[in-house]
């Protein structure tokens, strides 16, 4: 309803515009309570009627935006709806593809995959070649056998696996808890700045901007007599990243279902980093399952957290 069709029906339930409005007015001396009677009945539907007009209207506005277009929120705002949908999604499962390249090489390479407590890590990492997979399954921790093609290995409980090293299964689970419930991504898009939009074909809104390093990358203990800054789902940032004034370049991708598609940080620093971390099936994702071909472990290599 526009803003003409509202007043016209104002109008039309003011009793003055009544053709016989004259002739009411004028029996108002002879006979007052007749007239009252008259004028109540006729403000009875009139009332009503203007007010269910204004409501109208109303409701039109909120639901398609005022006459000069539609109502919209801010991108932070926007963003937060995204950063709270994503992190509901993420309490029960999920999957996230982790890669960091160097000038264009791969640096790390890995797939989280989580349905509750039950873990799988995946991928190619060129430092842990042939020790990267993991699989947790039902408080049972399973690695690769290193002679077996496709063959996998008991490895016992995760706590069996030395702490404080930042990939155990524990560590992974509580990373998970952090960057993909919520804390990480709330923390970055509250410090973004010069903050631009655009649209994909695909319906999906990219917002981008800078982010102070610190941002990305949290504090997290000292390595070799230097402070270390941890990168979300465990790794060590380096150059720009691990200094939190500087500022690096940023853009997130939210889908048309309203969660976060992608998160993908850039910066120089005498070597080009790009850090991108892809989500999936937020809240969908399938449940574990313990692999086949296993055998127990008798002489186990090195734990993967070594």
Avoid at 62 to 88: D, T
Avoid at 160 to 166: H, K, L, R, Y
Wanted: net charge negative; charged share 20%.
């Amino acid at each position: 309803m526009s803003e003409t069709d509202t007043l016209d029906a104002l109008r039309r339930a003011n009793p003055r515009g009544q053709p016989d409005f004259n002739e009411w007015a004028g029996q108002i001396t002879s006979s007052p309570t007749a007239t009252r009677r008259r004028l109540r009945s006729r403000f009875v539907i009139g009332i009503p009627a203007a007010t269910t007009a204004l409501v109208a209207a109303a409701v039109t506005l909120i639901a398609v935006g005022s006459p000069v277009g539609p109502l919209a929120i801010s991108p932070a705002a926007a963003m937060e709806q995204a950063v709270n949908a994503s992190a509901r999604a993420a309490e029960s499962s999920g999957t996230v593809q982790i890669e960091i390249t160097e000038n264009g090489a791969l640096w790390v390479g890995k797939t989280l995959r989580w349905d509750g407590t039950d873990l799988s890590i995946s991928g190619d990492d060129p430092s842990r070649v042939g020790r990267g997979d993991l699989l947790v399954v039902g408080g049972v921790m399973y690695g690769p056998h290193p002679e077996v093609a496709g063959g996998w290995i008991e490895l016992g409980p995760p706590d069996s696996v030395d702490p404080d090293s930042g990939t155990t299964p524990a560590e992974y689970l509580a990373a998970v808890a952090e960057d993909a419930g919520g804390e990480t991504m709330r923390r970055i898009t509250a410090e973004m700045t010069e903050l631009t939009t655009s649209q994909s074909e695909d319906g999906s809104t990219v917002y981008d901007g800078k982010v102070p390093a610190g941002a990305l990358a949290r504090e997290s203990g000292v390595k070799e007599g230097e402070t270390i800054r941890v990168l979300p789902y465990g790794n060590v940032a380096h150059d720009d990243a691990s200094d939190p004034t500087s500022s690096i370049d940023i853009s997130i991708t939210v889908g048309p279902d309203g969660t976060i598609r992608e998160i993908h940080a850039t910066w120089g620093g005498g070597s080009a980093w790009s850090y991108r971390l892809i989500f999936s099936n937020l809240g969908t994702t399938g449940p574990l399952e313990k692999p086949n071909n296993v055998e127990p472990c008798t002489r186990c290599w090195p734990s993967p957290s070594s």
